[in-house]
């Protein structure tokens, strides 16, 4: 049964940036979220793209919508997602994960991950937002753990934003063509989803031991640890349910949770 008072927590395969231009499947179940998900009071984002040595939490007054890609239309680059920022929550984020000692950064934004998405979900941009770097020198037990430390957000009508992709293989991109999904990358996001659905997050943090389809789902770890810190916020018998699914270009899985709600 969901708590009433836990606000949920959302993970979303983010897919191509291109995304943030266009009208399809995804981008309309993005936008369903605004509809159906309670309004939050402030978003706590962690992306893909913003992974570190160390724990980071933007402190801006005024994020910078950050183009962090190359080789794309000249319209995505002149995309603007002017959210404000609130060093006061950065600074009460900081306190949750004290034992971290995360630092202040004023040299980042809010990069594609976050913007990419929202952009559909809440286009007034008018929702408070911090985004809490991926520290690349850690264990995937590690960012699950900052996950559990995140959960008392839920109960401050804090949502919760991991944006990434459960499988995210740039180099088996279908870039032309019909995109066809290969049978790894069907298996490895077919068995994610499962391992979600039963509550098995063990087996999440130890996905490399899925062998094969682990090591070309998650070539490099950035874009699937964010499931980890959103999972980590979930409370005993807590739902989730699965409002976007499918593939982008064959090998970006924008298979997406609600956790709650």
Excluded: K
């Amino acid at each position: 049964m969901a708590d009433p008072e836990l606000f949920p927590a959302l993970f979303v395969g983010h897919g191509s940036p291109t995304n943030a231009l266009e009208a399809n499947a995804y981008t309309s179940g993005w936008r369903d979220l605004g509809v159906t998900l309670p309004r939050p009071r402030a978003i706590v984002a962690v992306s893909a793209h913003w992974f570190t040595r160390g724990t980071f939490v933007t402190a801006n007054v005024t994020p910078p919508t950050i183009h962090d890609f190359g080789g794309f239309a000249p319209e995505l680059y002149e995309v603007s997602y002017p959210a404000p920022g609130s060093p006061v929550l950065a600074a009460e984020l900081r306190a949750l994960l004290a034992p971290l000692n995360a630092r202040e950064a004023t040299d980042w934004g809010l990069d594609h991950g976050t913007w990419s998405v929202l952009v559909h979900t809440y286009p007034r941009a008018d929702i408070p937002i911090v985004q809490l770097s991926i520290d690349g020198t850690q264990p995937p037990e590690f960012h699950y753990a900052v996950g559990r430390m995140l959960a008392p957000l839920r109960r401050q009508g804090i949502l919760v934003f991991g944006s990434g992709g459960i499988v995210h293989n740039l180099r088996r991109l279908a870039r032309s063509g019909s995109p066809v999904t290969p049978p790894w990358a069907q298996e490895f996001d077919t068995w994610v989803r499962a391992c979600v659905e039963s509550g098995d997050h063990a087996a999440l943090i130890d996905f490399a031991a899925r062998g094969e389809s682990a090591e070309l789902s998650v070539p490099t770890p950035e874009h699937y640890l964010p499931l980890l810190y959103v999972l980590g916020t979930q409370g005993p018998g807590e739902a989730v349910t699965v409002p976007v699914s499918g593939f982008d270009l064959g090998s970006l899985s924008m298979t997406s949770f609600v956790v709650g709600g």
